[in-house]
């Protein structure tokens, strides 16, 4: 049986979270799993660059950022375009935006946690406020009878 905390929840397009899936969400965290994929994807952060600019400093050759970038291509996550002799390669904005779709799902949750947990202790509050105010409305207010 499995344990609520575990529970897989559906994406807003039907989908079930951690379900794998050939591209979206799914195939840029396994890309971006990789600290040096992750590494060549930051420096495209900073813009557009061809792969000796990128390799320039990295633990790794040229051919090996390479191969890190077609990963990165095939998760959707940079595109490149040919400019004369080179390729030029950049972060897609549509694959960036699936990913943070995903992790905005996450946000809404705890969001949603946060507002039902704040109501939860607001009416709890409420309610020892109320409990006090009749105690010292009829112990108080009127006088003690003695």
């Known amino acids: 049986m499995a344990n609520a905390r575990h529970a ?3 994406l807003a397009g039907g989908a079930p979270l951690g379900a794998a899936s050939p591209t ?3 195939s840029a965290l396994t890309a971006l799993a990789d600290p040096t994929r992750r590494q060549v994807f930051e420096r495209l952060a900073v813009g557009p660059a061809a792969v000796g600019e990128i390799a320039a400093g990295l633990p790794v050759s040229r051919p090996a950022v390479s191969q890190h970038l077609k990963a990165l291509k095939q998760a959707g996550l940079v595109t490149d375009q040919a400019e004369g002799t080179r ?3 950049r972060i897609d904005p549509a694959g960036l935006g ?3 779709a995903w992790l905005d799902q996450f ?3 705890a969001l949603d946690a946060f507002k039902a947990e704040v109501e939860r202790k607001g009416l709890a509050g409420r309610k020892a406020e109320s409990g006090r105010s009749d105690k010292e409305s009829t112990d108080g207010e009127g006088g003690e009878e003695r």
């Open 98 to 100: 699936a990913l943070r």
């Open 87 to 89: 390729r030029v390669y």
């Open 107 to 109: 946000w809404g949750m």
């Open 8 to 10: 897989v929840a559906p």
């Open 24 to 26: 979206g969400a799914q």
